[in-house]
């Protein structure tokens, strides 16, 4: 869930690029780049808190968008089930120039490419 650069290969015209290096811990940087050439934008991310998942306890990964475009964060959890886990992925996504009435339609289409995006990492 959080090999950052794995995510680019799921969302159409999107590349991460991880700034701070391996493995992922709070202060871990990383940009997705989305659109074709020079028009797109960048949509910078920090790890804001990390715990791991551990025999018994659940994993958490909270991130803080701070685009010029994208703001907002996310929060990736992974829970320990009887027979492997289940995973909350929640985004809160602000988009510069859009007014609030456009927040459903944004969100619909944030959960359909989150879902997506999810079940193209979790198939390995």
Same mark, same amino acid.
């Given at each position: 869930m959080t090999d950052?650069? @794995?995510? +680019? +290969?799921?969302?159409? %015209?999107?590349?991460v690029t991880v700034r701070a290096g391996m493995p992922t811990r709070a202060g871990t940087l990383f940009v997705a780049r989305t659109g074709v050439g020079p028009l797109g934008f960048d949509d910078p991310m920090e790890v804001v808190r990390w715990t791991p998942p551990a025999a018994g306890r659940a994993g958490l990964c909270r991130l803080e968008k701070r685009g010029s475009v994208v @703001? +907002? @964060?996310a929060s990736i959890e992974v829970c320990p089930t009887g027979s492997g886990s289940h995973v909350i992925w929640v985004e809160e996504l602000r988009v510069r120039l859009l007014p609030r009435w456009f927040d459903p %339609?944004?969100?619909t289409a944030g959960r359909r490419v989150f879902a997506r995006e999810l079940?193209?990492?979790l198939e390995d």
């Open positions: 950052w650069e @794995r995510h +680019g +290969g799921t969302v159409p %015209l999107t590349s @703001r +907002g @964060r %339609l944004l969100a079940g193209f990492l």
